[in-house]
């Protein structure tokens, strides 16, 4: 069992920044890709960014790329995830998750290929 513990949401104006992270229990944090999605009121969970489990390889969503940047550290178990030029059609709850792989490269945007979710944290962008 992997508990993924999410932090750094709040408030921000339109333009602005902030800093998500997610802690993982594992002591095998390494052997997981670690992937955040968001959810809107209303709307269903989208996929935002994920990063292989070395930090090798990173997928980012077309509506975040070059603004939303996903980084790791393996050795505290944390992933983060930071987020520039905030927009009102950003604001959602975003979670972190974390899919087993036996590949350094794998980096799924899929959902369902994720077996550890964290609670979320929210993250309100005002206009």
């Known amino acids: 069992q992997v508990q993924l513990v999410e932090s750094g949401g709040g408030l921000v104006q339109a333009g602005g920044s902030l800093r998500l992270s997610c802690t993982a229990s594992?002591?095998?944090?390494?052997?997981?890709?670690m992937g955040w999605f968001r959810q809107a009121p209303g709307k269903e969970r989208e996929f935002v960014a994920v990063i292989s489990r070395s930090g090798g390889r990173t997928v980012a969503a077309d509506f975040v790329k070059g603004r939303f940047t996903i980084s790791r550290d393996n050795a505290k178990n944390t992933v983060h995830l930071q987020m520039n030029s905030l927009k009102s059609e950003d604001t959602a709850r975003y979670y972190c998750?974390?899919?087993?792989?036996?590949?350094?490269?794998?980096?799924?945007?899929?959902?369902?290929?994720?077996?550890?979710w964290g609670q979320g944290t929210q993250v309100t962008v005002s206009s």
């Open positions: 998750a974390a899919d087993h792989t036996p590949y350094d490269v794998w980096a799924s945007r899929d959902s369902a290929d994720y077996d550890y």
């Open positions: 594992s002591r095998t944090f390494s052997s997981y890709a």
